[in-house]
C-alpha cells in the first residue's frame, strides 16, 4: 500500500461531534490517525485562583460549576476536606441524603452520556429519549434543592435542608419510571448491531498499562480492574448500601458502556435503599458566622467517586476566613488528556468523538 | 488499626531516612528535599505498587518564599494514599522532571510550569497549555493580583462596583412602575 | 391598496416572517450553558416546535448562542465563528456571565461585558438560564426578527473599527486571516 502523505486536522473546538469546548488536533494518513494531541484551555475561568479570593462557604458557589454535567461530587468532595481539616461531625441522616444525592447526580449523568455516546454513532433517537427523561431526576432536584443544574446543596456539616414534602413517593416513582426506560435504553444501544460493531475491539486501553497510565473510573473497571473510592474508601453511606462494582474484561468502549450500564441500574438501587434506610433526625451541623468562619490550619485530601472516575481535592487551609489553596484533581485530567492521547493513535477519525464520549472527557474540569 | 500504614512509613524511613506520619487510616505523608523525590517515587512505583499518580498540587507561600509541591500517589492494592511533599525556592522555581515515571507527569507538570513558573529541566511539550499568549508573570502565584488584572484589560459594566439597584433603569425601559418599597435602594 | 404591513413592505414582511421560523443554531458549546441546551432541544421543551434546531457549521448557522462565560481564549475562535457566518445573523448571550461577567467579575481569563465584542441580540439572565427561558429569548429574537430590527451583522460590518480595537485589548496576538465579507 502506497503511504500516504501526513495530514494534520484539527477537531475543534468548535465541532458537534466534541464534548464540550476543546479541542484534538490529529495528524491522519489517509483515514488513520498516526498522532493526536489534546488541547484545553478554552474554558480556563482561573476557578483555583478566585478560590483564594471567596471565603469558605462563598467558594461553593465556584466549586459547582467545575463540572456542569454532575456538579454535586465537586461539592461534597471540597465539603468532606473541609471537614477533616476542621474535624467537623456529619449527622447521619445527612449521610443518607448525601449518598443519595450523589447517586441522583451519577444517574442524570449516566442519562446524558447515554445521549452523547448514541448521539456520537448516529443514533439520535436515544439522545432524544434519555435527554428528555433526565429532566424528570432534575425535578426531583428541583424539588430537593431549587436548582436543575447547580444546586450547592451539601455544606461542611451536612446538607442544606431536609427532605421536602412527599419527596420519597416521587423519588421512588421516577425510578420505576427511568429503571423501566433503561431497559428499552438497552434495546436501541446495546441491541444495536451498529453500536456493537463500532464499539468492539475500538479505543482499547491495555489492561496491564491501564493503572500507571492514570486511568480511573468506568474506562478501568473496563479494563478488567475492580477499582471504585466507594468500595476502596467507603464515605458517607456507602459502606451501608449494598451494591456491586461491575468489571468487564476488553478495554474497549463496548466494555466501557456495557460498565455504565449495569452502574446506572446501581444507583437507582442505592437511591432505593438510602430513601429506605435513612434514619429521622438533623440534617446539618451549625456552622458559625460564614463571614468569620475560620478554618484551623491543616491540609486535607478528600475523594469521591463521580461517573468519569474519582474526583479528588487537596485543601490548604492557613487558619484564615480564605481557603488557601484548593487543587482539583478532576477524573478528566489523565483519561481525557493522555489517555485519549493514547488511545487514539491507530484508530479511524470518524471514531474520534466516538472514543471521547466513552472516556467521559469533561474539558471544564481539565482545565478549571 | 493502622498496621498497613505504619509498616509503609517505615519501610521508606529505613531507605531514605525521611520525615514522615501517619496522618489518618489510609493517608501517610513523608517530606524530603526536591533531589530525593524522584528516587522515593520510582521506588515506591517499582516496589511497593503505588502505581496511579493522583496529581502534583502546588502550594504558594509567598510569606516564606516556598513553594509546596505535594505529589499523591495510591496503591491499588493497599487501598492506601501516599503524599511525598517538598519544599522548593520560590525564586528560581527548578523542581526535577518526573515525566519519565509517569508518562500523566508531562502534562501535570506543564500545567505548573505554566501556573506557576516553575521550571522542570528536560520537560518536553508545548510551552501553552492551558492559557494563551499570556505575557504576565504566572497567574496562579499569590502576587498576581486577578482582580487589578481583570480590571485593566476588561471593561465593567456600569453598576457593578457599588452592587446598587437596578430597577430604575430597568423600568425605563419596559416602563413599568417601581414598587414603593424598592424605591429607598434605587440609584439615585 | 398600499403594499405595507406593519410599516414594512410586503416584501420585507414575508422575509422576515420566514426568517423568523427558521433559527438554525450553532452547536458551540462555549460555556457550561450549554448543558441547558440538549435539554431544551430534546423531547420534553421541544425547541424545535419554533423552528429551532441545531447546525453543524458557521456557514449554516444564523444564531450563535454564547452559553455562559467566555475565555479570552475562546473568544478568539468565537470571532472568527460570527465572522463566518452568513447574514443575517443573530448572537443570543446566555447567563449572568455574559452580561456582566457575573461570578467570574475578577478572573483574569474570562471577559466581562460582551456585547463590546460582539453585537448581541438577546440577553437571556439566570445562572443559568432555565429551558424556558431560553425559549423566551428565542421568542424575543422572533419578535425582533418580525419586526426587521436584527441587523446586528451590518452594524458589526460599519463598525468594524470599534469592535476590532476592543477585540485587539483582549486577544494579544492576532493571527487571524482579515475575513473578506
Known sequence: ?368 | MLEKEQKLLEILKSAFQVEGKVIRNRRVEIWDHKEMVPAILLMVKTQLGYKHLNHITCIDWLEEGKFQLVYTVFSHTDKLTLFVKTKIDRDPAIMPNIDDIWDQANTYERELREMYGIEFPGLVGDQEFILEDWDEMPPMRRDFKTDVYAEKTFFAQPGREDAQDVRETITKRSGEEIPEFAKKYSRD | MENKRNSQTIAEYIKNWSRKHSLFIMAYGTGCGAIEIPATLTSRYDAERLGIRGAATPRQADVLLITGYLATKTLKRVIRVYEQMQDPKYVIAFGSCTINGGMYYDSYNTINVLEKYIPVDVYINGCMPRPEAVIAGFQQLQDKIARGEADNGTRYKENLEWYRANQHRVIKNWRMPDYNW
Open chain 1, 1 to 368: 500500500m502506497a503511504r500516504e502523505k501526513e495530514t494534520t486536522l484539527y477537531i475543534g473546538p468548535q465541532h458537534p461531534g466534541i464534548t464540550g469546548n476543546m479541542m484534538v488536533k490529529v495528524k491522519v494518513q489517509g483515514d488513520t490517525i498516526t498522532n493526536a494531541s489534546v488541547h484545553v484551555g478554552y474554558l480556563h475561568r482561573a476557578f483555583e485562583k478566585l478560590i483564594e479570593r471567596r471565603n469558605w462557604l462563598q467558594s461553593f458557589t465556584i466549586l459547582c460549576r467545575f463540572c456542569v454535567p454532575e456538579p454535586d461530587p465537586m461539592e461534597l468532595t471540597y465539603a468532606r476536606a473541609v471537614e477533616e481539616i476542621e474535624g467537623r461531625e456529619v449527622p447521619e441522616r445527612a449521610k443518607y441524603i448525601r449518598t443519595m444525592v450523589m447517586e441522583m447526580a451519577r444517574l442524570q449523568s449516566f442519562m446524558l452520556w447515554y445521549g452523547g455516546q448514541s448521539g456520537s454513532s448516529g443514533l439520535y433517537t436515544l439522545g432524544q429519549w434519555s435527554v428528555g427523561d433526565r429532566n424528570y431526576l432534575l425535578d426531583l432536584f428541583e424539588d430537593l434543592t431549587g436548582g436543575r443544574i447547580y444546586h450547592m446543596y451539601i455544606w461542611p456539616g451536612g446538607v442544606r435542608r431536609d427532605l421536602p414534602k412527599g419527596f420519597k413517593d416521587k423519588a421512588l416513582k421516577t425510578m420505576d419510571y427511568i429503571e423501566k426506560r433503561l431497559d428499552e435504553y438497552d434495546k436501541l444501544l446495546f441491541d444495536n448491531v451498529i453500536f456493537q460493531k463500532r464499539a468492539q475491539g475500538v479505543g482499547i486501553i491495555p489492561s496491564d498499562k491501564a493503572i500507571e497510565w492514570g486511568v480511573v473510573g468506568a474506562p478501568l473497571r473496563g479494563c478488567g480492574i475492580k477499582a471504585d473510592v466507594r468500595i476502596d474508601e467507603p464515605y458517607e453511606a456507602y459502606d451501608k448500601a449494598d451494591f456491586i462494582v461491575p468489571t468487564f474484561e476488553g478495554g474497549d468502549i463496548w466494555a466501557r458502556a456495557q460498565v455504565r450500564r449495569i452502574e446506572a441500574r446501581q444507583s437507582i438501587s442505592i437511591i432505593r435503599q438510602m430513601l429506605d434506610k435513612m434514619p429521622e433526625g438533623e440534617v446539618y451541623n451549625k456552622v458559625p458566622n460564614p463571614m468569620k468562619w475560620k478554618i484551623p490550619a491543616g491540609e486535607a485530601w478528600a475523594k469521591t467517586e463521580s461517573v468519569r472516575g474519582e474526583v479528588g481535592f487537596y485543601v490548604v487551609s492557613d487558619g484564615s476566613e480564605y481557603p488557601r489553596r484548593v487543587h482539583v484533581k478532576g477524573a478528566a485530567y489523565t483519561n481525557g488528556v493522555t489517555v485519549t492521547e493514547k488511545i487514539l493513535v491507530g484508530q479511524n477519525i470518524a471514531d474520534v468523538s466516538f472514543i471521547l464520549n466513552s472516556m467521559g472527557v469533561c474539558p471544564p474540569e481539565i482545565e478549571r
